[in-house]
T-cell receptor
């Protein structure tokens, strides 16, 4: 596709359930990011994948959160045993890391809105 | 950690005026700062990037400055329009291209 695609766009789940959120980055983009945005707040960094390097997981808030990426394509963010404080919009972004006038520019998806009841 | 701060209060201005938003960072200067626009229910959209060695960057009605002494970036929208109403996010790079975002400032342009 032309842009970053995320699914599902909306997810309502019960506390304690596991959820999986999917991100399809722009083809050819080597870097992929996950951010969390609570209502009315800024973007909170979760995890960053760059090519074949080990991911930067420093933003993951707890061991209930994990993410994987297959090569330079799809990524899945998994939240286990969801809690009400996990309710937020989860944004995925990708970028083309090589040098250029806009190095590091992120292209965002529309997000997955998660509501934990 | 490398923090980046924006005024959390909404900025209300009259159409036609210049809007100025502020972004302050801590510790060492980033290699570059980026500004994004976010509309309600949408993902952020990239607007401008300014590098550490650039004092000013322009794009149409937008202007960004980077002051490494004040550890501050200013984002200006000249001749503002109601369609400019949105939340504007500032971001700095950390290691590699990992970006840390500020909390954003909501801009409201009244006709």
């Amino acid at each position: 596709g032309a842009g970053v695609s995320q699914s599902p766009s909306n997810k309502v789940t019960e506390k304690g359930k596991d959820v999986e959120l999917r991100c399809d980055p722009i083809s050819g983009h080597t870097a992929l990011y996950w951010y969390r945005q609570r209502l009315g707040q800024g973007l909170e960094f979760l995890i960053y994948f760059q090519g074949n390097s080990a991911p930067d997981k420093s933003g993951l808030p707890s061991d209930r959160f994990s993410a994987e990426r297959t090569g330079e394509s799809v990524s899945t963010l998994t939240i286990q045993r969801t809690q009400q404080e996990d309710s937020a919009v989860y944004l995925c972004a990708s970028s083309f890391r090589l040098a250029g006038p806009n190095t590091g520019e992120l292209f965002f998806g529309e997000g997955s809105r998660l509501t934990v009841l | 950690s490398q923090k980046i701060e924006q005024n959390s209060e909404a900025l209300n201005i009259q159409e036609g005026k210049t809007a100025t938003l502020t972004c302050n960072y801590t510790n060492y200067s980033p290699a570059y700062l980026q500004w994004y626009r976010q509309d309600p229910g949408r993902g952020p959209v990239f607007l401008l990037l300014i590098r550490e060695n650039e004092k000013e960057k322009r794009k149409e009605r937008l202007k960004v400055t980077f002051d490494t002494t004040l550890k501050q970036s200013l984002f200006h929208i000249t001749a503002s329009q109601p369609a400019d109403s949105a939340t504007y996010l500032c971001a700095r790079n950390n290691a590699g291209n990992m970006l840390t975002f500020g909390g954003g400032t909501r801009l409201m342009v009244k006709p």
